[in-house]
């Protein structure tokens, strides 16, 4: 016998455990913070040290986070922070770089092209098209 919608439903709140979500948003607001101090050390940095206009630091310190994700992605590291930290890495651009190179390390099974490949492309893709979307918004 099938359950109805709401029995189906009082099945699946009884077996998911609550969400602690004043820790949850904590976490998030630290790890999120330091993300964004880092950047903002790099920015110094990249500045004080490398000689580069605000500009040119800020683009910098985006290319650095984003290989400082996927780097932390390859290795299996990003994942075990994320488990922690939560939304506070999933929304500076490192979030971006993993939700690129995690797809890519799950289908390395299915070969350099379709797998690898394919799989980089179609996220390189989708963030193109969400900028242009967000380009054409500004415009308005």
Request: charged fraction near 20%; charge should be positive; glycine fraction near 18%.
């Given at each position: 016998m099938k359950p109805t919608e709401n029995e189906y439903s009082k099945m699946s709140d009884d077996a998911s455990p609550a969400s602690p979500?004043?820790?949850?948003?904590f976490w998030a607001f630290i790890s999120g913070g330091i993300i964004c101090t880092i950047g903002q050390f790099?920015?110094?940095f990249y500045q004080n040290y490398c000689g580069l206009n605000?500009?040119?630091?800020r683009a910098a310190v985006s290319v650095t986070?984003?290989?400082a994700g996927a780097l932390l992605t390859a290795l299996r590291v990003y994942d075990n922070i994320a488990k922690h930290?939560?939304?506070?890495t999933l929304v500076p651009i490192t979030g971006f770089a993993n939700s690129i190179v995690a797809p890519?390390?799950?289908?390395?099974?299915?070969?350099?092209?379709?797998?690898?490949?394919?799989?980089?492309?179609?996220?390189v893709t989708a963030s193109t098209i969400y900028g242009l979307i967000l380009w054409i918004f500004k415009l308005f």
């Open positions: 979500m004043i820790k949850n948003i790099l920015i110094s605000l500009k040119d630091s986070l984003v290989g930290a939560g939304a506070g890519a390390i799950e289908f390395k099974s299915e070969g350099q092209i379709m797998g690898i490949g394919a799989k980089m492309f179609i996220g």
